[in-house]
């Protein structure tokens, strides 16, 4: 026990204060950010819209996050990264409030649209934060750090979320998070210094070479793509598989909050001592592979599972086990590869992988399960998953040569 005390204690050292006040405010913001989680729930049970119509109308946050990530890694890499994280948060909080008056589909279609173009502005900018305010021997932690954040927000977000739909009406969900939105940006704005926001000063040199662009980086490019294969079947999570415990396994909102929120609590529990044991791995593609093979499982258990709450409850825990060995150290390579005036266009075509995979998750996921049912949506998810797996098998292996 105290081995583990230990160890729990050495994985939260050494890590910048900055990078303290970046996860102290994704843990306020992501503590009400329920709107991913619950929108389609909302168009489906309150405005009764069909499961078709809320994936097309969810699957316009996926364009709003790739056009968001686009622009954002644009100003990132010639401006402020620390006004583009407040700029980002504020419009984003504010344009929130426009669902407690808009009930048309195109109405909320165009808002999910607008809060995903401005939220996503701020990705490359936190990501470019992190690659400042951490060094090589700690970036996976650093990573880890706010992803802990994040999912401890989701811990909280989700199950609360859940019961507010029950006792006080889905408009509360839209408030809580607008108001969360709107504090995160205060934090950063009184306790991120600004006097070292420039640290890494910008060359226009290497801006302006072409040879050093993300778009001519054929491997970094192969690996956006298997990111955001791998996002579209894990972002079902969120896309599909509430509909489906809710149509199928016949969960009601607060026990669908309650399975989001074990995802969360298992990164927060998991996560920050894993990272510290496996830190300074030389090489992280088999970590990746194994977080796909646990994605691919995963699927196949609800498969199976036929609805049974102990199985919904494995489904959970093996795609949290997926997401924290693939996600931090993709996200370590997607820092790590270019030099500091890309880090903007690099994150920004990462956070697009994830962009896209929101555009394909509700597409994918609930276009299928409306036509032609559950099963053959978990059908493609299991091979999509099993495609992941090879590409990123055939990826790692490629590294491996170069490296040696």
């Known amino acids: 026990m105290v081995a583990l005390l230990n160890l729990y204690k050495q994985s939260f050292s050494n890590l910048q204060r900055n990078i303290w006040v970046l996860s102290l405010a994704m843990f306020v ?33 996926g364009i709003g ?37 808009i009930h048309s589909m195109i109405g909320i279609a165009i808002i999910i649209f607008m809060y995903a173009l401005t939220a996503d502005l701020f990705r490359p900018a936190n990501s470019k934060a992190i690659a400042v305010y951490s060094d090589a021997k700690n970036r996976t932690r650093s990573v880890s750090l706010v992803r802990l954040a994040v999912n401890l927000g989701f811990t909280v977000g989700p199950a609360v979320g859940g019961f507010v739909v029950l006792y006080l009406g889905y408009k509360w969900l839209f408030v809580i998070d607008a108001v969360t ?36 980086d054929l491997t970094y490019l192969v690996f956006i793509f298997l990111v955001a294969l791998y996002g579209t079947c894990f972002f079902q999570i969120f896309a599909s598989i509430p509909q489906y415990f809710s149509k199928v396994c016949k969960y009601d909102e607060g026990t669908i909050g309650l399975l989001l929120a074990l995802n969360g609590f298992l990164v927060v529990l998991i996560e920050m001592p894993l990272m510290m044991k496996l830190e300074g791995k030389s090489h992280i593609f088999p ?7 646990l994605l691919l499982v995963s699927y196949l258990i609800l ?7 102990i199985w919904a409850i494995t489904y959970t825990v093996i795609i949290t086990l997926s997401e924290i060995f693939a996600m931090p150290f993709m996200m370590n ?10 880090q903007g266009q690099y994150s920004a075509l990462y956070s ?36 992941t797996f090879i590409g990123f098998t055939m990826m790692g292996k490629s590294e491996l040569k170069q490296m040696k």
């Open 287 to 293: 970590f990746i592979r194994l977080g796909t093979l």
């Open 181 to 216: 939105t709107i504090a995160a940006a205060a934090l950063l704005y009184f306790y991120l210094p600004r006097k070292h926001v420039e640290i890494v000063p910008n060359n226009p040199a290497i801006l302006n070479d072409k040879s050093t662009s993300a778009y001519r």
């Open 333 to 342: 390579f997607a820092l790590s590869r270019p030099p500091v005036e890309r």
């Open 352 to 387: 697009i992988s994830f962009g896209i995979s929101n555009i394909a998750a509700p597409l994918i996921g609930l276009g299928i399960a409306n036509s032609f049912g559950f099963d053959m949506m978990f059908a493609t998810l299991v091979l999509m998953s099993l495609l």
């Open 29 to 61: 913001n992501r503590s009400g950010s329920m709107v991913l989680l619950f929108t389609s729930l909302y168009m489906t049970n309150e405005l009764h819209f069909s499961i078709g119509d809320a994936g097309v109308v969810m699957s316009l946050y």
């Open 303 to 309: 498969v199976f599972g036929k609805g049974m709450m």
């Open 65 to 101: 996050s790739v056009l968001g990530s686009y622009l954002g890694g644009w100003l990132t890499d010639r401006y402020s990264y620390f006004n583009i994280m407040i700029g980002a948060l504020l419009s984003s909080g504010f344009i929130l409030f426009l669902l407690l008056m």
